[in-house]
């Protein structure tokens, strides 16, 4: 089945760093979304990309809809605290009405 | 606003019982799905359906049954519950063609011991 192959598995960094984050699949996506999951919580939408090649911002973070249809990166710029969480990136794939591909996350904490 | 509603958060089951999960939205949604949270394996669906009365299987549906008699509520049942089956499981909902719109519950905690 497809599959997603999210890169870095975690970070550590200071708060005020910028973070890039991305996700890779072996077949086409016709919309790539990214969600962040508080602990004990479920996960809450970000952004969603519907074109290749789109870049959309939301606050602080900027996605990106890759060319090839087959990758998609998410960027935080000037990291805070709370930004703290586990973020996913998801694909919906060609004629797949509402199921979702996820990767397997990417854990982010921040050091004040 | 609710939006969904997944009862119990916590659960702990013994090797062999069965028991029901349940999912309700409000927000008259056609798409319902569930998910399973594994560490280190992102969510993984294990049942969606598209509206009521209809329900298909995802990636990884064995030992999970599910129906759909209203719009409102998608329960996930355990038939017999095995040690695999101990994770976090959630519910989702969205119109049908637009999964960009999804919205999880807070999960259900399951333990099998």
């Known amino acids: 089945g497809q599959q997603l192959n999210q890169s870095p598995q975690s970070m550590f960094i200071q708060e005020g760093e910028d973070v890039s984050m991305n996700c890779t699949s072996s077949?086409?996506?016709?919309?790539w979304l990214w969600y962040k999951q508080d602990p004990g919580e479920g996960p809450v939408l970000l952004i969603a990309l519907y074109k290749a090649g789109e870049l959309t911002s939301n606050g602080r973070l900027t996605a990106q809809f890759g060319i090839t249809r087959k990758d998609s990166f998410l960027n935080i710029s000037a990291s805070i605290p709370s930004d703290v969480g586990i973020y996913f990136c998801?694909?919906?794939?060609?004629?797949?009405?509402?199921?979702?591909?996820f990767g397997k996350g990417t854990k982010l904490s921040v050091k004040p | 606003n609710a939006g969904v509603t997944q009862t119990p958060k916590f659960q702990v089951l013994k090797t062999g019982q069965s028991m029901t999960l349940q999912c309700a939205q409000d927000?008259?949604?056609?798409?319902m799905s569930w998910y399973r949270q594994d560490p280190g394996m992102g969510l993984r669906l294990i049942h969606y359906s598209v509206g009521a009365g209809i329900t298909d299987q995802g990636e990884v549906p064995n030992g999970y049954n599910v129906s759909r008699s209203t719009t409102e509520d998608f329960p996930l049942r355990l038939l017999s519950a095995a040690p695999s089956q101990t994770s976090v499981y959630f519910c989702?909902?969205?119109?049908?063609?637009?999964?960009?719109?999804?919205?999880f519950g807070q999960g259900t905690r399951l333990t099998v011991v």
């Open positions: 998801a694909g919906q794939g060609v004629g797949s009405q509402g199921n979702l591909i």
């Open positions: 927000m008259n949604h056609e798409y």
């Open positions: 989702a909902s969205n119109p049908w063609d637009r999964a960009t719109e999804a919205f």
């Open positions: 077949s086409i996506f016709n919309t």
